[in-house]
């Protein structure tokens, strides 16, 4: 990943480079939300760019990232953040932990009307904040591995078959981070990819996933199982429960479309099909919450 960019304009970088010279006792915690030089000058209010300025579909565009915990997750890592745009409507809480983040990194800040915000993101919830970022990176299928290989583990991959719904794709992503999956692998096409919209449903996990998006699903499935690595898919067909499987082993879960489920090759491609037991009258589950159920077997059965 690139540095973050500096601002270019003198009085936009006034507002990361204001009071300097106070000294450091004054910035000891780095989140302190009750720095009154948060606030902005008159002159860098009201200031947006073309490229933040037209509408935009949030489940395509790759360049933004909205809502608070997002964009800390984002300052808080390597990932390049162009330009900060915050409403101009009071100023407290983590919007003060954003503004602090942004300057420590010489981010440039601009303050809009929280009404312009509004109408970038068609209405989606923003929380005052956004920020224009380079596309996401995706990884490689081996960095996925090599992640495992560092951190003395067997790998645990998430295999995603055709998954469309954004929400669900960053669901899955903010529950695979939690549950210590290595990587997450998503087909090229017929798939959410990451965007904003993915993003915010991920609450900026996205930041600490490995993503690899493929050309051919299948053909990543037989090298992975080369490798050693079993392929369990998620099957309300299967005979055997999650809670009975034995994940102790290198392992990839496929979880299959919201309405299809798996695609007829990938399943006859998986080295066994499980299911989540089931008591109530509706026999499906939603996609992200399957996929959190069967992550957590996963982890379950590493611990004992």
Known sequence: MGEKTRGSNKSERNINNRNSNKPTSDRNNKYNTNDKNNRFNENEKNNVD??????????????????????IEALKTDRTIETLYLSNSKLE???????????????????????????????????????????????EVSEILDLAKQRGEKPF????DEVE?????????RTAELFGV???IIPKRRSASISAMVYKSSVGAIEHVKVAKVTNLNSVIDDLKEKGIWIYGA??????????????GSCALVIGNEGKGISKLTLQKCD?????????????LNASVAGGIMMYEVLKGRLK
């Open 165 to 173: 719904d954004p929400h669900n794709l960053g669901s899955i992503v």
């Open 182 to 184: 290595h990587g997450v």
């Open 272 to 284: 066994k099909l499980i299911k989540i037991p089931m008591v109530g009258k509706i026999n499906s």
């Open 50 to 71: 073309n490229v933040a300025e037209r509408e935009v579909n949030l489940e395509e565009r790759e360049d933004i990232i909205i809502g608070r915990n997002a964009v």
């Open 235 to 248: 099957d309300i067909r299967a005979e055997e429960y999650s809670y009975q499987t034995d994940f102790s």
């Open 157 to 160: 991959i998430i295999i995603l």
């Open 93 to 139: 809480g983590s919007i003060n932990t954003i503004i602090t983040l942004a300057k420590e990194n010489k981010i440039l800040i601009k303050e809009v009307d929280r009404r312009k915000l509004d109408s970038i993101c068609n209405g989606a919830v923003h929380q005052g904040v956004i920020a224009k970022v380079t596309p996401y990176k995706y990884a």
